[in-house]
């Protein structure tokens, strides 16, 4: 168990910057996701945390020792991957044991048998530990690589896109049952994924990665509600957020945003507006999330038209694009609801769920903050 | 053109017969389609829906004729076409991989089935040109294929596949080779594309999200055998069986086995961890008390309440906070019952929750069959 310190850590592969200037503070027994679109770097940091790859420079720290020179397998870190590298020819029993069967890691007998099935019970594999992987399926395969990987009791976990194999349905299963053991696994985790969904419900903290920076580091609540940049407003949700430039003028000393359609403005809150003022933001960039989207089918007040262009269901909800004049709107509503294409339907924008961008450096500058108490309790509990 | 119908079609493969013949289970029947029948109305965009192996694709084939028909017959209107060639069908098909002639241009490779048929030079053009208007191809007409990406290459392979102007268009998992973002970009032009020509269109694909998308009506098969052929709605809303109900939806249904017990005079649900759920109402003619089924409801039609009304207490194992969703995660023994809410407090583990399910949202199946227990009309 340890924490993990990055400091300024840099590669370059032949002209390629893969990481630049990383650097990363993960707390001792905090499970903490490195998320990113594909060739982000987020394997490299994994990698540079192992000792697989050795930076050109920074310097990597568990706790206050400096881990620079010290060999992979003297770093005591375990590693999962996406494909889980199991023994075929050994028992589901003698994999799980394998990683204690090792010179570097050698435990009696007794301890192996112990912790085997102490682990077993932990990912709910226990029927299994006789047969041998080609008699499991993808999911158990990967708490059998998982089970291998805890039984170590490792300074640092490394998990590397451990789900992206699975079909949807297992992922999400799996994903559930890793967040459900999370709390028990004691141990510092680095994990990393694309997926935003694995991303927000297992990291204490997530670090967001784009080219080989790092854009942004929060916890999931963070990262959704507060996106640094535009760029990572995007990454998370199904449904991409719209973002609609929009420009700020000022009409009987009250702030609107002015829309790109006809006759379109919206009173922008008077927190925003403070920030815009203060900033003197004159355009901005509008994200508007499903969420931010009121529809409605015949006209209402303060609405933009729209003509359905397409409607996608996405499993519980259906996703729909709306063409207003020249931009295209997307966001979900509930699957029970039935548009035709080319239907009509009228949107207004909830100014006090959008998030406002800077039109030029794409940088989140405010919202709109709720007076009550996030993860207020009291309703709906028993 | 007229409606397209498949009567009890049942399809083996000759090698396959052979190998099990030994193992004695022909008489079982190792068919790849089962008698299969299918009313597919002109005009109406089909999907036929499945996991691998279940038959789909053999289907496809044999309504294009690139399959013979074991058994059975498949009709256009009264014509019975199930002897006729391929290239008399009036099919255009399009495959998951293009099939393109890569030294050709796009341009070449649309014309391909126009010049074989010595249409004249104007025509082909004149064609061509409008197709590639359609399918949003016109500004790469000179290109080579190969330099392609692979959503251009669909797009031609589909332009290809219209240029004929087909009766029927036959697609088989035209998407499924395409990355998410291009693949949802072309499903909706594919839709657009259906709704401005008109014509009889079959896509055979695993994705459920895609059938869902695109068809006016969906079969499910299964192992050969259709499942249930009805619009997205039936499908969703009233599954036939167990199979079904699992197969459609993201996150899927909760299903979860049950036993019917009491608690003082009212019936209810016993889960695995003996956690129980109130029967509905509706429920309460068909359950036999003691007896084991498996209950079915999606995880947005369980809602979380305060009042003295509801179906079950139970304890949360995981709460995800996924932005505009929350996913509620209850252990019962190896699975979990999940339920999907938009707005809901921050819960932890080991919280109870008061959960009431939308009854007509609320499924009953038979545990061994696997069918639908059907509760009595109302009146």
């Known amino acids: 168990m340890a924490g993990i310190r990055l400091k300024e850590i840099t590669k370059t592969y032949g002209s390629v910057k893969a990481l630049d200037q990383i650097s990363l503070d993960i707390k001792n027994n905090e499970f903490f996701v490195i998320f990113g679109p594909a060739g982000a770097g987020k394997t490299s940091i994994l990698n540079v945390i192992a000792g697989i790859t050795d930076p050109d420079e920074g310097d990597v720290y568990f706790d206050e020792k400096n881990m620079n020179y010290v060999e992979p397998k003297d770093r005591d870190v375990a590693m999962v991957f996406e494909n889980y ?8 029993y003698e994999n799980i044991a394998s990683s204690m069967r090792t010179k570097m890691h050698r435990q009696p007998q007794e301890i192996i048998d112990q912790k085997v099935k102490e682990v077993a019970e932990l990912l709910n594999i226990t029927e299994l530990l006789e047969r041998q992987p080609a008699q499991a399926s993808n999911g158990q395969r990967q708490r059998i690589a998982l089970g291998r990987a805890l039984v170590r009791n490792p300074n640092v976990f490394l998990m590397d896109e451990p789900l992206a194999h699975l079909d949807a349905k297992l992922r999400n299963f799996m994903r559930k049952e890793l967040k459900s053991i999370q709390e028990r696994l004691h141990s510092t985790t680095v994990y990393v994924t694309h997926d935003y969904t694995e991303a927000m419900s297992l990291g204490d903290r997530i670090a967001v990665v784009n080219e080989g920076k790092i854009v942004q580091t929060g916890t999931a609540g963070e990262v959704y509600e507060f996106p640094g940049t535009e760029f990572v407003a995007k990454l998370f949700g199904d449904c991409e957020i719209n973002l609609i430039p929009g420009q700020v003028v000022q009409e009987q000393g009250k702030l609107y945003l002015k829309l790109p359609w006809e006759n379109h403005r919206c009173l922008l809150p008077e927190d925003v507006a403070r920030v815009l003022r203060e900033k003197e933001v004159t355009t901005v960039d509008l994200g508007a999330r499903s969420a931010a989207i009121e529809y409605f089918r015949t006209p209402e007040e303060g609405c933009i038209q729209g003509q359905i262009y397409t409607n996608e269901p996405l499993g519980n909800k259906v996703e729909l694009v709306v063409k207003a004049e020249q931009a295209m709107i997307r966001f979900t509503v509930k699957v029970d609801e039935k548009f035709q294409i080319d239907e009509k339907i009228y949107l207004r924008f909830d100014m006090e769920k959008c998030l406002f961008f800077h039109s030029d450096t794409k940088e989140f500058l405010t919202r709109h903050q709720r007076q009550t108490v996030r993860g207020g309790r009291g309703n709906g509990r028993a | 053109m007229a409606e397209l119908r498949l009567n009890h079609v049942y399809k083996m493969y000759e090698n396959t017969a052979k190998k099990k013949r030994k193992a004695a289970s022909l008489k079982q029947g190792n068919y790849a389609v089962k008698d299969l029948s299918l009313v597919i109305p002109d005009g109406e965009f089909i999907g036929i829906l499945g996991p691998s192996g279940c038959g789909k694709s053999t289907t ?14 498949i009709q256009i209107g009264d014509q019975d076409i199930s002897r006729l060639h391929p290239k008399d069908r009036g099919i255009g098909l399009a495959f998951e991989d293009y099939a393109l002639y890569p030294p050709l241009s796009v341009y070449d490779n649309i014309a391909f089935c126009l010049k074989a048929h010595k249409l004249p030079k104007e025509e082909v053009r004149k064609r061509v040109l409008e197709i ?13 294929v190969s330099a392609l990406s692979g959503g251009q290459k669909q797009r031609v392979n589909i332009a290809r596949a219209l240029v004929r102007n087909p009766d029927i268009l036959l697609l088989d998992e035209p998407l499924s080779h395409l990355d998410g973002k291009m693949r949802q970009i072309l499903r909706g032009e594919i839709k657009r594309l259906h709704k401005m020509i008109g014509c009889t269109t079959i896509l055979v694909t695993h994705d459920q999200m895609e059938a869902m998308s695109l068809a006016d009506r969906i079969a499910i098969m299964k192992l050969g055998v259709l499942q249930q052929y009805g619009t997205p709605e039936e499908i969703y809303n009233d599954p036939v069986n167990l199979f079904v109900a699992d197969f459609i939806g993201e996150p899927p249904m909760n299903l979860l086995t049950v036993r019917v017990g009491r608690k003082g005079e009212t019936p209810v ?9 109130k029967v509905p109402r509706k429920f309460y003619p068909v359950i036999k008390d003691g007896e084991e089924y498996i209950i079915g409801i999606r995880p947005t039609n369980i809602e979380i309440v305060n009042g003295e009304t509801y179906d079950a207490l139970l304890e949360v194992d995981v709460f995800e906070n996924l932005g505009e969703e929350k996913i509620i995660s209850i252990r019962i023994e190896d699975t979990f019952l999940t339920i999907v809410a938009e707005d809901t407090e921050v819960l932890e583990k080991g919280d109870k929750i008061r959960i009431k399910m939308k009854e007509d949202r609320f499924y009953l199946f038979d545990k061994t069959t696997g069918m639908r227990i059907r509760e009595p009309e109302r009146r």
């Open chain 1, 85 to 92: 590298a199991l023994y075929p020819h050994k028992t589901v």
């Open chain 2, 60 to 73: 496809l084939r044999m309504i294009a004729g690139l399959e013979e028909i074991t058994k059975g017959e």
């Open chain 2, 132 to 144: 590639a208007g359609i399918m949003k191809v016109e500004t790469l007409l000179e290109e080579k």
């Open chain 2, 269 to 277: 649900f016993v889960l695995k961890n003996q956690e129980t759920i």
